[in-house]
């Protein structure tokens, strides 16, 4: 009677192993938003790390969150590393490209409660007095977040993050805007 128990469990769990491996590898996660306010205030507050915690939505999940700033305060180079609680983790941002008013790519290398390295992509499209913004994130599933997947939607995790993250750079960057736009 064991037998076909043992049997039966060990091919579910091959099963398993199997639907899992045969998920996606790569994703991207992409939301985007018309901000009023011309594409150098927009891109001020993408290029610049320290501006982040103004509209950052785990900068709010976590106000005791250790911070920490290398490299230039702008652009390529400048890096920033927090630790915090379980909801925000531990992890980096290094920002690899940036082209004013136009383009900021971020190496994001989360250490805590998962390893995972992927990109971010901010793209910034100047429209009559307007930026529409396009907040991407992009890499590979390792088979950890493959089987996760399976039972989380996770696009519309981080579509959710990155919802409140451009509303609250939106209300951000219009604020500084000249009144005349």
Same mark, same amino acid.
């Given at each position: 009677?064991?037998? *076909?128990?043992?049997? !039966?469990?060990?091919?579910? /769990?091959? +099963?398993?192993?199997?639907? /899992? #491996?045969? =998920? *996606?590898?790569?994703?991207?996660?992409?939301?985007?938003?018309?901000?009023?306010?011309?594409?150098?205030?927009?891109?001020?507050?993408?290029?610049?790390? =320290?501006?982040?915690?103004?509209?950052?939505?785990?900068?709010?999940?976590?106000?005791?969150?250790?911070?920490?700033? &290398?490299?230039?305060?702008?652009? +390529?180079? #400048?890096?920033?590393?927090?630790?915090?609680? $379980?909801?925000?983790? &531990?992890? =980096?941002? !290094?920002?690899?490209?940036? $082209?004013?008013?136009?383009?900021? /790519?971020?190496?994001?290398?989360?250490?805590? *409660?998962? #390893? %995972? !390295?992927?990109?971010?992509?901010?793209?910034? %499209?100047?429209?009559?007095?307007? !930026?529409? +913004?396009?907040?991407?994130?992009?890499?590979?599933?390792?088979?950890?977040?493959? %089987?996760?997947?399976?039972? +989380?939607?996770?696009? $519309?995790?981080?579509?959710?993050?990155?919802?409140?993250?451009?509303?609250?750079?939106?209300?951000? %960057?219009?604020? $500084?805007?000249? #009144?005349?736009?």
């Amino acid at each position: 009677m064991l037998i *076909p128990i043992l049997i !039966t469990v060990a091919a579910l /769990v091959v +099963v398993v192993i199997i639907a /899992v #491996a045969l =998920r *996606p590898t790569d994703f991207r996660y992409t939301r985007s938003t018309t901000v009023n306010a011309p594409a150098a205030i927009v891109f001020d507050q993408v290029n610049n790390l =320290r501006h982040w915690e103004a509209w950052s939505p785990w900068a709010k999940l976590d106000p005791t969150m250790k911070e920490t700033y &290398e490299g230039p305060p702008a652009g +390529v180079g #400048a890096k920033h590393h927090w630790v915090g609680n $379980k909801k925000v983790g &531990e992890g =980096r941002m !290094t920002i690899t490209q940036s $082209k004013p008013n136009e383009l900021v /790519v971020i190496l994001l290398q989360f250490i805590k *409660p998962f #390893a %995972a !390295t992927n990109t971010t992509e901010f793209v910034f %499209a100047p429209q009559a007095g307007q !930026t529409l +913004v396009t907040w991407s994130m992009f890499g590979k599933n390792n088979f950890m977040a493959k %089987a996760f997947g399976m039972f +989380v939607n996770i696009e $519309k995790m981080i579509g959710k993050d990155f919802d409140k993250g451009l509303a609250a750079m939106k209300q951000v %960057a219009e604020s $500084k805007a000249p #009144a005349s736009i």
